[in-house]
């Protein structure tokens, strides 16, 4: 059964700081690797798709790498803002295109 | 505007009674799923389908059944209601393995 581990659970930086949140998974047989964001009360939002053949995606200020033979995964955010505040979810997608979660990492950007 | 809508956004229910959410997706997706969210639990699936008449179960299906007559709407019941089953409850879909997720905006259910 695959499982999925974030780390750390909850991170607080000051704006304009870089930072890296952390996803492993125990089973590497994976299509891909997805990252959502989660704002409170709401529902996720996709930020990046990584496929098993690939190594990283980028949008904007964010990157997502892919280690499948390590079963980890990172999603970096340059120049953080307030408005980055949000809780990072990151999953796995399995057979059926299941996702396995992680309990995310909630992550404050303060002023 | 695409995407996924549930409905209701919100309900409470009392122990016993019986309810179904409802999922409908407009991007013609092949597959849609049901979760739940709990605090410190993350996400778990009850079902899924991969297709129109098609259901199968996932991590948490008790207590649960689903629905797929027509390939856009994925309906959720509850036939007897538990205070366990108190939980953000969100619908998602995909259209192949290799794409992403869509995710609805979620319904909160309060079970009394």
């Known amino acids: 059964k695959q499982e999925v581990t974030q780390i750390p659970a909850a991170l607080s930086v000051p704006e304009g700081e870089n930072l890296v949140l952390n996803c492993s998974f125990t089973d590497s047989a994976i299509y891909n690797l997805q990252w959502f964001r989660q704002d409170p009360g709401k529902g996720l939002t996709s930020l990046l798709l990584i496929q098993s053949s690939q190594r990283e995606q980028t949008s904007g200020r964010l990157n997502a790498s892919l280690d499948k033979s390590s079963g980890r995964s990172t999603l970096y955010i340059a120049a953080s803002q307030p408005g980055d505040s949000a809780t990072y979810l990151c999953a796995s997608t399995g057979t059926a295109s299941k996702l396995t979660f992680g309990t995310g990492t909630r992550l404050q950007v303060t002023l | ?112």
């Open chain 2, 1 to 112: 505007n695409a995407g996924v809508t549930q409905t209701p956004k919100f309900r409470v229910l009392k122990t016993g009674q019986s309810m179904t959410l409802l999922c409908a997706q407009d991007m013609n997706h092949e597959y849609m799923y049901w979760y739940r969210q709990d605090p410190g639990m993350g996400l778990r699936l009850i079902h899924y389908s991969v297709g129109e008449g098609t259901t199968a179960k996932g991590e948490v299906p008790d207590g649960y059944n689903v629905s797929r007559l027509k390939k856009q709407n994925f309906l959720l019941g509850l036939e007897s209601a538990a205070p366990s089953q108190t939980s953000v409850y969100f619908c998602a879909s995909s259209s192949a393995i290799f794409y992403g997720y869509t995710f609805g905006s979620g319904t909160r259910l309060t079970v009394v």
